[in-house]
């Protein structure tokens, strides 16, 4: 095992905290919407640090791009900063969504269209996710396995029997404990507990790689490439493969499409105490990762180096010797950075990181089932009804269908053999439902022309181009390659994509979006001239409900074209509100003139080279992520802990609603 006591006490600490919040909090889940979004009692800092982090399939993930194509990555990523400025800083379709009051995206959608179409829409929803959840039980407990150095195969009373499913089953039964006990209120708090051990951990490891790498190390090791490839420069050559800049601009269009349409999270998206508090939050989230981001780009960055130099050959070494072992090339390209990262992390450092693994395991799932166990009875069973479910029902069917996601992902992630990179599997899966969903949405809160039949078919045509085009990935090499190989044998096309589909995921999504909102703006044009109330929906006028107000520090004024307005900044932000949105546009616009500026220099003359692409990095990653991510750790962390004392005490006096389930009648929300 690659664990000492000292690192499996840190582990077994942070597994205690976590049942002893969930018994505690388990005495506040009175009702359905307790359940389902803690009662729409959240504040922003609660928000930020509790839905933050992501899963241990996450960190593989990025370690997996990090290392297949080096920091060009990160540059193209730049290119979407003014969209997320917008989206985060105006609220675009999180403002709104928070304004219907709506428990789940389906209720919203049966508002704005039908009861059928919210069946439709929320098993579609339900199937892309439990299909894309389907693989995070198997690499998070890979990664678990690798990381802990737990052996492959154990034996009991003399059967040989494997970890994997054993690992699988202990994580997932915690995930289920806390989700089934007190549905999003524990979630919420578990997950915040998790926050501030993982924003403190991230700290403490980017500490620790600063000091034990240097950059020109890092630096040598990403030039250990094939002549015309580069990991440091994003403008030589075009050899990122799947991460190209393509990869990217598809992302900038699907970062605005999509907003708010993946619901993994949904118990978040509905939890806010006021439709301001979900802006703010998401404003406050582009504040929260600075260390975080840094430490996930170092520690593939070092484990490259580490492989590639000869300097390091001696702790290569054993790395290799295991990864030798591992016959599967997908999992084995998962498992180098963290196979690397067991060698390299010392007695208490490798237990704080373990704690990390298991935490973002743990949340990440937990927020997971919650959601497609709690979409399948409120947008798949509960339009069937004509009626609402008694409450004790009501709350026991949520509950089960929870365990019934859980128990999916377990046999889904024993049967499902991956066959490409995992950010492509999600792409692939997400566009099932959210290639469509992206049109249905944006044209439900914004265009009052949009109609129910364009959002029948926006809906169904992103759904049969993304799901066709994960069939056609999946039986491609061992079904149809050979099969057409009989008719056109001497085909040279064929003959070079006869591994591999030749689409990847992301170009299918893209495809299923595009078509998708084609779709749903000719069908509003072209067929009956409708006119939605869109202030009913909305709560807004003589239709707005008190509790979701927010009232700012003081007036701004009449509205006008100026930097304000064209920010988002309304009467509801307060002075503070006002400094943290104008503080986080001018810094993220500074970044992004950067990005002009060096993508203009680099395709217009040579003058920038790889000895500047070094500086630039090592700038923009280490002074900024080291001395903002300490303070705004800091900042961000004392107010979720007010935010998370202020949700108690908020939980204790509140009243239980019973009406506020879901359910819709004659197109209005209980």
């Known amino acids: 095992m690659n664990l000492h006591w000292i690192d499996w006490s840190i582990v077994i600490i942070l597994l205690t905290m976590l049942i002893g919040i969930t018994v505690f909090t388990r005495k506040y889940t009175k009702g359905v919407a307790d359940f389902l979004a803690a009662n729409r009692l959240a504040g922003r800092y609660l928000l930020t640090v509790s839905s933050g982090f992501g899963g241990a399939i996450s960190i593989v993930a990025a370690w997996e791009m990090v290392y297949d194509s080096g920091l060009p990555t990160q540059w193209w990523n730049m290119m979407s900063i003014p969209l997320g400025l917008f989206i985060s800083l105006t609220g675009f379709v999180i403002y709104r969504f928070r304004q219907t009051r709506s ?260 949340s990440c ?23 609402p479910l008694e409450p004790h029902i009501h709350m026991r069917l949520l509950r089960m269908s929870i365990v019934g996601v859980a128990m999916f992902g377990f046999v889904f992630s024993m049967l499902f053999p991956l066959k490409d990179f995992i950010l492509m599997y999600f792409a692939l899966t997400g566009a099932i439902y959210v290639g469509g969903a992206g049109a249905v949405i944006i044209g439900g809160l914004y265009w009052k022309r949009g109609t129910a039949e364009a959002a029948w078919t926006a809906l169904i045509s992103g759904t049969v181009l993304g799901f066709g085009g994960m069939l056609l990935q999946q039986i491609w090499q061992p079904l149809l390659t050979p099969l057409l190989t009989l008719f056109w044998p001497k085909w040279h096309w064929l003959a070079e994509h006869q591994d591999k589909f030749p689409l990847n995921g992301q170009i299918i999504y893209f495809i299923a979006m595009l078509t998708a909102l084609l779709s749903y703006i000719l069908v509003s044009l072209l067929g009956p001239r409708r006119i939605f109330d869109m202030d009913k929906m909305l709560h807004r006028g003589k239709y707005a409900i008190k509790e979701d107000e927010a009232e700012g520090d003081g007036k701004l004024g009449k509205p006008s074209l100026t930097l304000r307005s064209l920010i988002g900044i309304t009467p509801e932000f307060s002075t503070m509100d006002r400094f943290i949105a104008y503080a986080t546009f001018f810094w993220l616009m500074g970044w992004w003139t950067i990005f002009l500026l060096g993508t203009l220099l680099s395709l217009t003359t040579d003058w920038i080279t790889d000895a500047v692409w070094s500086r630039f990095w090592w700038w923009n990653l280490v002074p900024f992520s080291v001395i903002l991510g300490t303070i705004c750790s800091i900042w961000i962390l004392s107010g979720g802990i007010r935010d998370a004392m202020r949700l108690i005490r908020d939980l204790r006096r509140e009243r239980v609603d019973t009406h506020d389930d879901g359910f819709v009648s004659n197109n209005n929300n209980q």
């Open 103 to 362: 428990l789940t995206l389906a209720q919203f959608l049966e508002v704005r269209y039908s009861r059928r179409f919210r069946f439709f829409a929320g098993g579609l929803c339900w199937l892309s996710g439990i299909l894309n959840y389907g693989i995070f039980p198997a690499v998070t407990s890979r990664f678990i396995i690798y990381f802990f150095g737990l052996p492959e195969h154990f034996t009991c009373m003399g059967m040989t029997i494997s970890m994997f499913p054993i690992v699988m089953l202990a994580y997932l039964g915690m995930a289920v404990f806390i989700a089934w006990n007190g549905g999003q209120i524990s979630i919420m708090l578990t997950d915040f507990a998790q926050g501030i051990m993982m924003m403190i951990i991230f700290l403490v490891v980017m500490f620790f790689l600063l000091a034990k790498f240097q950059w020109s190390d890092l630096v040598a090791g990403l030039q250990c490439v094939p002549a015309g490839k580069s990991l440091l420069n994003p403008f030589k050559g075009n050899q990122a493969g799947d991460f190209s800049v393509w990869y990217f601009l598809i992302g900038l269009f699907g970062t605005i499409y999509t907003t708010r349409a993946w619901q993994g999270n949904s118990g978040y998206n509905a939890a806010a105490r006021t439709p301001h508090e979900a802006v703010m939050a998401g404003i406050i989230g582009s504040w929260r990762e600075f260390a975080k981001n840094l430490c996930m780009l170092l520690i593939p960055l070092a484990a490259y180096a580490v492989m590639h130099l000869p300097a390091f050959a001696a702790m290569a070494a054993p790395v290799k010797e295991q990864l030798a072992q591992i016959s599967d090339p997908i999992i084995r390209n998962q498992m180098t950075t963290p196979l690397f990262l067991t060698h390299l992390l010392p007695v208490g450092m490798m237990g704080l990181f373990a704690a990390v693994i298991v935490a973002c395991a743990i």
């Open 365 to 387: 799932d937990d927020t997971y089932i919650h959601a497609w166990g709690t979409i399948f009875i409120q947008d798949v069973v509960m339009p069937l009804r004509r009626k």
